[in-house]
């Protein structure tokens, strides 16, 4: 049982993991089909809100 107030890091660690995915999905469709300055604006956005989304977004602009 846990102590009032802790946080099951599990269950976050699932949602940061579906988060990743969802912003891969949409990366990749954007970098098809946005300007590429309207993906770059996303990029620098996302990249200061989530550090996690970082290496996502290197792996989509290598993907070209």
Known sequence: MRAEGERDVRRSGL????ACGWFFAMCVALRSSASPGKFLMLVN???LFYPEFDAIL???VALG
Not at 15 to 18: C, H, N, W
């Open 15 to 18: 949602d940061m993991e579906a």
């Open 58 to 60: 290197k792996i989509v």
């Open 45 to 47: 956005t996302a990249g």
